[in-house]
């Protein structure tokens, strides 16, 4: 057809696709008018990634066209692409997260050889549309939170001025504060002219923030019209804004959830748990002086700690400032194990008002003891969590954690009371009551693992339960989580607002720092103990930015004062003050621990990093095991067992296998053998769910 008829800047025509032997778009046609903002809204696996990647060249299509001003682009390559001003901004960002953020938004103009003056006015205009990118154009981007990457990724397309923008899964593992900002800049480009080709899962954000759109089912076009009335269409809701499966009633709910989370309004806090230093400078003295007095405090009450510092060469007046830190020695788990039963205690029996131990996996258990001024600390800290998560005092909190000699259940209790809210300690397990309790009692807070988190929102939805309950927030602790999992409990929940939740038993327990509610970040109780993130094998002090091994030294806990302890948990302490404007500094989510590494030929892996592979995969659930073997020659394999989601034919299994392979290899540069199992097949437990299956020889080395 001749070009100037045409009234769509990009017209896709009759678009089918394979991957293999499966299908994964059937003759699919749309159009996009010039300034308009028109979304491409579906469930995991419809279809919506394929397309975008079918019109950017990065997948082979086996029929149809596609045009741009009436022009054919079928195959045309990026650079063409982006030559006749199409930009694409990619699904999980694909930064180069080594290179500063000043030259991954330089590479967005790359392509188009544009002047350096034209470009250094390019990336200015960039800046003052992300005031946050300019605070920190200087750092690699794979130091930045997520939604920071987001903002690279979107400010590199815009280097390009586009005409054309496509954007896939802009707000995909991103929370609702920063997916908010997000789309308040997609709406100050589409009012500034550029036309927007959106794909995006979370079919409310979608349609509220485009003119029209079309709804992909399957990899067929099931429905388009005006954005505005499919939002309130019953009928379009139940159908195509959930999991778009008709087979699964409950799946409505998911994508609803989106549109009927509603946060309820605070009440006034009349007291605050929060610490009061205004200034950075106030919070080093106050880490200072509790130093000093931890040093002494050890020296004086502990003989362990004694000859330890001893040994270092180390009497507590030589430390004189925060720098003498790394002067310290180490303290180890091993350390704890050694002492048993009562280690690190440095004051007399008399003043021990409590024990919790930890659950040792290897010889005796960890059995730390507490003076009444430290089980006031941790009540009041965790206090703080909850004020931090923005739990008051109208909140009913069910308590579904262990209860006994751990720290869980007594800490997120004492916490609880000491806000002032309602606590229901259920204790974990008992699905039936907690089941119950989630709809007679009207709790709005639960506090769980993860696994238990998981297990209890797949059994709400199962029970049709999920709009009789009345939670807004899940407060979870003590295990990694991956991007789907959080996802998937946030909806079947209905919504709720998610919360990670650090701890330790050495350090208290549960309760040392929270989610940031604008979860970016985890913030930690500064005041109450200092971090250092260290190279777990050389044991140096690593930079800000740099994930390493959590090493943490107590500021006024007396019983059993921490110098210097090796946590064996793998984070990074994330530099810059965080946008909700607390002071308290901050650090990324546990990635694993240092034991949880295992070695599979020659490579080192944390399961955290197969979490973040398997999440990005549409069609798979969030359960997985890994199962490592040696053959009788000596060679090591390792078996990946994967869900497939809930809802996704079993015909898909071969393509989603390949896929798991393929990203695999590509990430970790190891190639797994891959079985997709059914949705629900592999098990759920309330406690920490068990994924490493290491069945090679280990006793070698004896
Ligand atoms: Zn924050």
């Known amino acids: 057809m001749p070009a100037e008829t045409s009234p769509f800047l990009l017209e896709i025509q009759d678009l089918t696709v394979h991957y293999g032997a499966a299908q994964a778009l059937f003759g699919v046609s749309l159009g996009v008018r010039p300034g308009e903002t028109v979304a491409l809204v579906g469930a995991n696996g419809a279809g919506k990634s394929t397309l975008l990647k079918a019109v950017m060249g990065l997948v082979p299509i086996s029929g149809g066209r596609i045009l741009l001003e009436g022009r054919e682009i079928t195959g045309a390559s990026p650079a063409e692409l982006a030559a006749a001003g199409v930009a694409l901004v990619p699904e999980g960002r694909e930064m180069f997260g080594d290179l500063t953020v000043r030259e991954n938004l330089e590479l967005g103009a790359l392509p188009l050889g544009v002047g350096r003056r034209e470009r250094r006015a390019r990336l200015e205009a960039v800046l003052t549309r992300f005031p946050r990118l300019a605070e920190r154009l200087g750092q690699p981007t794979a130091t930045l939170s997520g939604g920071e990457q987001q903002m690279v990724a979107l400010g590199r397309a815009l280097m390009a001025q586009p005409r054309l923008l496509l954007m896939d899964e802009p707000s995909l593992g991103l929370a609702p504060l920063v997916a908010d900002e997000i789309f308040d800049i997609i709406h100050q480009l589409a009012r500034g002219g550029v036309t927007i080709l959106l794909v995006e899962q979370n079919a409310a954000r979608a349609l509220t923030a485009s003119r029209r759109a079309y709804l992909l089912a399957n990899g067929r076009l099931v429905g388009q019209g005006e954005s505005e009335r499919l939002l309130v269409d019953p009928e379009l809701r139940r159908a195509f804004l959930g999991a778009a499966s008709a087979d699964n009633p409950a799946a409505s709910r998911l994508g609803a959830a989106g549109l009927t989370n509603i946060r309820l309004v605070k009440p006034v806090m009349t007291t605050t748990f929060m610490p009061p230093f205004r200034t950075l400078e106030e919070l080093q003295a106050h880490q200072l002086a509790g130093l000093r007095w931890t040093v002494r405090h050890a020296y004086e009450g502990s003989p362990f700690y004694r000859e330890r510092l001893e040994a270092a060469g180390i009497r507590p007046e030589d430390i004189r400032s925060l720098e003498d830190l790394t002067r310290l020695p180490f303290t180890t788990g091993e350390d704890l194990r050694d002492q048993y039963p009562f280690p690190l205690r440095s004051v007399p029996f008399e003043q021990i008002v409590r024990i919790h131990a930890s659950s040792g996996t290897t010889g005796k258990r960890k059995i730390l003891c507490y003076t009444q001024k430290d089980v006031d600390d941790w009540a009041h800290f965790f206090a703080r969590a909850y004020e931090m998560a923005g739990v008051t ?94 996802r998937r409990m946030s909806e079947l929940l209905g919504g709720v607002e998610l919360f990670d939740i650090p701890g330790l038993t050495e350090l208290y327990g549960p309760g040392t720092g929270i989610e940031c509610p604008h979860h970016d970040c985890i913030h930690y109780w500064a005041d109450y103990y200092i971090l250092e993130i260290v190279d777990p094998e050389t044991l140096k002090p690593l930079p ?99 869900e497939r989601g809930e809802g996704v034919e079993p015909g898909r299994v071969d393509e989603l296998a390949r896929e798991v392979r393929y990203r695999v290899k590509r990430k970790l540069l190891v190639t797994p053998e891959v079985e997709v199992v059914p949705y629900g097949s592999l098990p759920r437990s309330e406690r920490k769910s068990k994924r490493i299956f290491d069945e090679r020889i280990t006793d070698s080395v004896v």
């Open 393 to 486: 005092p109208l909140d009913r909190v069910q308590i579904a954690v262990g209860y006994g000699v751990w720290t869980a259940g007594a800490g997120f209790q004492a916490g609880c009371e000491r806000l002032g809210a309602m606590a229901l300690p259920v204790g974990p397990g008992n699905i039936d009551l907690q089941c119950e309790f989630l709809v007679d009692l009207q709790s709005t807070v639960l506090c769980c693992t993860a696994s238990m988190g998981l297990l209890m929102a797949e059994e709400v939805a199962r029970r049709g339960l999920t709009d009789k309950i009345f939670l807004k927030k899940v407060i979870y602790g003590s295990e990694r989580s991956s991007v789907s999992m959080r």
């Open 544 to 642: 800000e930015g740099e994930w390493g091994e959590m090493v943490v030294t107590t500021l006024c806990k007396e019983a059993a004062p921490l110098i210097r302890y090796r946590t064996r948990d793998i984070s990074r302490i994330i530099p810059g003050p965080c946008t909700c404007g607390t002071l308290l500094p901050r650090h990324s989510r546990i990635l694993g621990r240092t034991d949880d590494m295992f070695k599979f030929r020659g490579v080192n892996i944390y399961p955290s990093s197969i979490d973040r592979i398997l999440s990005d995969i549409p069609g798979l659930g969030s359960e997985y095991q890994v199962h490592l073997s040696r053959d009788e020659g000596g060679r090591d394999h390792m078996l990946l067992k994967v």
